[in-house]
């Protein structure tokens, strides 16, 4: 059995396990990164650390309608390294067998599949492909 924090963005349900999860947020103040692509959302104070963020819909070229009321900041730190996930809403925190997860679609966007390592029931992405084979 695996947790996962779920989460939407731009429509689409994803799942992070836990064990990645450091800290969850509501987006505020955000100093926007000047010359940045637009997959960076800016970068923000957390507790002493600079910590740039992400928009996922952005890095994942999603164009679905965003629910930008809600906005969360899904906090992950690998190593040395601190970064937070922009996300339209968070979920529930679902626990998962992990003999559920199928492969990802073979018809999946490559920029989805670079980052899911499956699906649960068709519905919800794993977003927890390890950044060795993946970059965020």
């Not at 695996?2 to 103040?29: C, M, Q, R, W």
């Not at 960076?40 to 963020?53: E, K």
């Not at 601190?82 to 559920?100: H, N, P, Q, T, Y």
Request: aromatic letters at 6%; a negative charge.
């Amino acid at each position: 059995m695996t947790d996962y924090v779920t989460f939407t963005s731009a429509g689409h349900l994803f799942g992070l396990p836990i064990k990645h999860v450091e800290d969850v947020f509501p987006l505020a103040n955000v100093t926007r990164v000047p010359l940045a692509g637009r997959e960076i959302a800016g970068v923000l104070n957390l507790r002493g650390r600079i910590v740039t963020v992400i928009d996922l819909a952005n890095r994942l070229q999603l164009d679905a309608p965003r629910d930008a009321s809600a906005q969360m900041v899904i906090g992950i730190e690998r190593g040395a390294d601190s970064f937070g996930i922009l996300v339209d809403r968070l979920g529930d925190v679902l626990s998962l067998a992990d003999r559920d997860r199928e492969p990802a679609p073979i018809n999946l966007d490559r920029t989805l599949d670079a980052a899911a390592s499956g699906v649960f029931a068709d519905r919800m992405l794993d977003f927890g492909k390890s950044r060795s084979s993946a970059t965020p």
